[in-house]
């Protein structure tokens, strides 16, 4: 004889067969921080159990049959809990020089800016390639006052030590020879300030 239980998402889950039950464990991985974008905060469901008492048992000379069989079956939905967001502890996008996967992600996130220029985006074409920049479809823009997140980057510049006051500063673009020193140094630090920068000032 034969039972079945059915889910929509089936690759993702993993089976324990008992003595008196069957036990459906969600067995994907989830995702953690990263600092390129948000992402959700996603918690493991507690298993499922399905006692063999209460399955629909078929003799096995009706397994050709199998899809005939279930045709009305009931679809189990077995998914990871959403907690809304993480807290995200890398850089909002400064300019339109994003890949638009990331925009969007900063857009459901709930930043502004990126709503604005995703939407701008959608706008501009029904076939968004997601896998390339914003500036391909909307050209290259920067923040509208967009400020950086709250912490103290320390830039050697010219033989000198320069602080950037990232909490205190609004950006602006950056060209020329500063552009130049500054830009390199903030792609090390992973900073996605380039090619724009914070005010700084100058520590004797």
Not at 45 to 64: A, R, T
Not at 103 to 110: I, N, R
Not at 119 to 146: C, H, L
Request: hydrophobic share 40%; with cysteine; proline share 6%.
């Amino acid at each position: 004889m034969f039972a079945s239980v059915h889910f929509d998402n089936c690759w993702v889950l993993k089976g324990h067969c008992h003595n008196q039950f069957l036990e459906i464990e969600y067995n994907e991985q989830i995702p953690t921080d990263n600092l390129k974008y948000p992402v959700k905060d996603l918690a493991k469901p507690e298993n499922i159990q399905f006692d063999f008492d209460d399955l629909q048992w078929n003799g096995i000379e009706l397994l050709p049959q199998f899809n005939e069989l279930n045709e009305n079956a009931v679809i189990n939905e077995f998914k990871l809990i959403d907690r809304g967001w993480r807290p995200f502890k890398g850089e909002l996008p400064q300019t339109t020089e994003t890949l638009i996967w990331n925009l969007k992600k900063f857009a459901d996130y709930g930043d502004g800016q990126s709503q604005e220029w995703f939407a701008d985006v959608q706008e501009k074409t029904d076939k968004i390639n997601y896998w390339v920049n914003a500036s391909k479809y909307i050209g290259f823009k920067p923040g509208n006052k967009r400020r950086l997140s709250k912490a103290i980057y320390i830039l050697p510049l010219q033989g000198k030590t320069f602080f950037i006051y990232s909490f205190a500063t609004d950006i602006w673009p950056l060209t020329g020879p500063l552009r130049r020193s500054l830009g390199p140094f903030c792609w090390h630090l992973n900073i996605d300030c380039f090619p724009l920068a914070a005010r700084f000032e100058h520590v004797e």
